[in-house]
């Protein structure tokens, strides 16, 4: 592991998205709440929290961190869902894993619960779009 001891304690915040392509009458099933397992967007926004929480168990060499706030928001559009993860800390090292693995479970939780009724989902755009805090200071993804 990196030794981080010798780093300033900043606010660090870290900001990912991906997507879920599927078919257009999967999106409109998980707009309605109709799908057999439940509530698909509360699932997975829970299950991107959690995985926030759990990166350093994860990905190995990656510190364990206390998060401030971890939010995932997620949105059903036609034929896709996407999910945008938003990680905060203070801290000497960045949340920006925290935020692709929430990212990541979150899509990964989508798949689970709607591959009965679409087997053609795509997981996809998976990025760090911005990030503050530390020396290396902000970095924000062109649009």
């Known amino acids: 592991m990196?030794?981080?001891?010798?780093?300033?304690?900043?606010?660090r915040r870290a900001v990912a998205r991906c997507n879920v392509q599927m078919l257009s009458a999967t999106s409109?099933?998980?707009?309605?709440?109709?799908?057999?397992?439940?509530?698909?967007?509360?699932?997975?926004?829970?299950?991107?929290?959690?995985?926030?929480?759990?990166?350093?168990?994860?990905?190995?060499?990656?510190?364990?961190l206390m998060l401030s706030a971890v939010t995932v928001n997620i949105s059903v559009?036609?034929?896709?869902?996407?999910i945008e993860a938003i990680v905060e800390t203070t801290g000497q090292t960045g949340v920006e894993m925290e935020a692709l693995t929430a990212c990541s479970v979150a899509a990964l939780t989508i798949y689970?619960?709607?591959?009965s009724a679409d087997t053609t989902m795509v997981i996809g755009e998976l990025a760090l779009w911005e990030k503050s805090g530390?020396?290396?200071?902000?970095?924000?993804r062109p649009e």
């Open 77 to 82: 559009g036609e034929g896709v869902v996407v």
């Open 2 to 11: 990196v030794n981080v001891g010798g780093k300033d304690i900043t606010s």
């Open 134 to 140: 530390g020396r290396s200071g902000t970095f924000q």
């Open 112 to 115: 689970d619960m709607c591959k």
């Open 28 to 64: 409109s099933a998980i707009a309605s709440s109709s799908l057999p397992k439940g509530d698909v967007i509360a699932t997975a926004r829970i299950a991107g929290i959690q995985a926030a929480k759990k990166t350093s168990d994860l990905i190995p060499l990656c510190h364990p």
